[in-house]
């Protein structure tokens, strides 16, 4: 199973299109499919009655109207929050919402878990995963998915549990990923590569057959060519319609 090509770079809306919407709305990832992108990045948090939502941050702080820690928060207190502004309000979507939405559409889904193991929240991040699973199942979506995380906890957990079911994505280099018990290498679909512009951290992935992927912080169009002459088979961006226009010049340059 793969979710990308070998002969076109896959773009991944990252949180969205949110650079021209706000981010993590329904309306951001519709119009990041209507803007070009293949893919969709999200995050998932679990609210206080434990159901999965699509929130970056820990809290509201620079997101909502107001202010409020989500997993403190219950899930009807989140939907009362505005994410958008007084002309555009937005809700803060449920993973369900937006996999009821995903699966009649083309797009494949990257879900960042975002409830990080530590003693006192590994009950809070197992059941985000299994929760995760169990929806993305629900919806017949297990093969359009890759499960993301910057902790190796969640992980390794995956892998240990359902083996390579699921697609798994990491960060490299390897130490962008936090609770390492195993060599990501064993395990990874693919790794987002921080220092992009290293040909040799492309060849390192490519060499253990993962796929090495770029973020969001590529986004002139000579730094996105030394991707894609890299090795790069996806990029994520905040403004898909962007990088669409710039990888079809440089594509059609060669």
């Excluded at 981010?23 to 009655?49: H, P, Q, S, Y």
């Amino acid at each position: 199973m793969r979710l990308t090509k070998d002969n076109y770079l896959t773009i991944a809306g990252h949180r969205g299109d949110s650079y021209n919407y706000y981010e993590n709305t329904m309306t951001a990832f519709k119009m990041a499919l209507e803007n070009g992108a293949e893919m969709i990045e999200t995050d998932v948090r679990l609210t206080k009655d434990l159901v999965p939502v699509l929130i970056h941050d820990h809290n509201t702080d620079r997101t909502a109207d107001k202010k409020c820690v989500v997993k403190d928060t219950t899930l009807e207190e989140l939907r009362g929050l505005n994410v958008g502004d007084k002309r555009s309000p937005e809700v803060i979507p449920t993973l369900e919402e937006f996999l009821v939405w995903a699966k009649d559409t083309p797009l494949t889904l990257n879900l960042e878990i975002k409830e990080y193991y530590s003693e006192e929240n590994k009950k809070r991040a197992e059941e985000c995963i299994e929760k995760t699973i169990s929806l993305v199942e629900k919806y017949g979506l297990g093969q359009r998915i890759v499960i993301n995380s910057f902790d190796a906890y969640i992980l390794e957990y995956v892998y240990k549990k359902y083996g390579k079911k699921y697609l798994l994505h990491g960060f490299y280099p390897y130490y962008e990923l936090s609770n390492k018990t195993i060599n990501p290498d064993e395990y990874l679909y693919c790794a987002c590569i921080f220092e992009w512009e290293e040909k040799k951290h492309y060849d390192y992935l490519i060499k253990r057959g993962i796929e090495p992927w770029v973020g969001a912080s590529v986004t002139q169009i000579s730094k996105l060519k030394t991707c894609v002459d890299n090795g790069a088979l996806l990029i994520t961006t905040n403004n898909p319609g962007d990088i669409k226009s710039k990888l079809e010049s440089i594509y059609g340059q060669k």
